[in-house]
């Protein structure tokens, strides 16, 4: 009987989360950012003051975050066990995540949330506010689900390499 490799599952599942998070920031950018756009400003801002305390939920944050811990765990290891074949991707796919996706979220996407949900819906300085939060929490999106994608790619070729050793 084959024993579990929890190596090799901690990559996996970091591939897996990264790719999981690259698909809901990918839907974001491409569909529903757009949609929320096409709403008037009050609808819009309300749309999106509620997708914003919905998003804080047990499911979604451990997946997040659940992906966050398994990358700061593959980075460890990978300057601890930097001889290994995969340790350029793994390292790569950590900082990826942890700096493109997580750090980009406090820094950027988690702050343009918080002034949104300052502003009220229906003034105009909701509407002022809408108009750049819009513009610029998408760009901060797209880089955070290209950064998601890229270090799901790094983690798949660190299996890959892996597996044919």
Known sequence: MATINHFFLLKLFSALGCGLIAGVFF???SFVMNALARLEPKQG???????????????FMAAFLGTAVAC????VSSLLKW???????????????????????????VSLNDALAKVDPGS???????VSY??????????????ALLA???????LCNRAVQ
């Open 27 to 29: 839907a974001f950018s």
């Open 45 to 59: 801002i309300t749309a999106m003051q509620s997708i914003n305390i919905t998003v804080i939920n047990p499911l």
């Open 72 to 75: 700061v765990l593959l980075l």
């Open 83 to 109: 001889y290994q074949r995969d340790a350029t991707y793994l390292l790569v796919g950590s900082l990826l995540y942890l700096v493109g996706t997580l750090g980009v979220t406090i820094v950027f996407n």
């Open 124 to 130: 105009t300085d909701g509407a002022n506010l809408w």
């Open 134 to 147: 819009l513009a610029n929490w998408t760009l901060w999106n797209h880089v955070r689900t290209v950064a």
């Open 152 to 158: 799901a790619a790094a983690f798949s070729i660190a």
